[in-house]
């Protein structure tokens, strides 16, 4: 089992680079990663209590995400640990904590 501050993993392949594995959960808050040429956010990542970033998959709720920029979440979804960048198709969400930029 792969266990990691921010995110847990008990799948055979858990672990190995490169290797899409079952449905985990991770929790951190949502953050911009991508942009357009006006400077509009198009793409998000979820930033880890362990300070690892994982980038949303297109198709994988990022527009939903969008909405809840700077919000403590807990996702589940299948990771993608390529040699660079992690990402997550994000199956489900749940916000966990609204921001206090975001509640006043």
């Not at 991770?26 to 040429?37: K, L």
């Not at 403590?72 to 660079?84: C, D, L, M, P, T």
Request: proline residues 2%.
């Amino acid at each position: 089992m792969v266990k990691e501050a921010g995110r847990e993993n008990s799948g055979k392949d858990a672990g190995k680079s490169g290797m899409k594995g079952p449905t985990i959960k991770i929790r951190g808050v949502v953050i911009p990663a991508e942009w357009d040429a006006e400077g509009n956010v198009i793409g998000t990542a979820i930033s880890a209590w362990d300070e690892v970033e994982y980038r949303i998959e297109k198709g994988g709720g990022e527009t939903s995400l969008l909405e809840h920029m700077h919000q403590e979440i807990e996702v589940a979804g299948e990771v993608n640990e390529g040699k660079k960048v992690r990402t997550i198709k994000v199956h489900e969400f749940t916000v966990k904590r609204r921001s206090r930029a975001n509640s006043q």
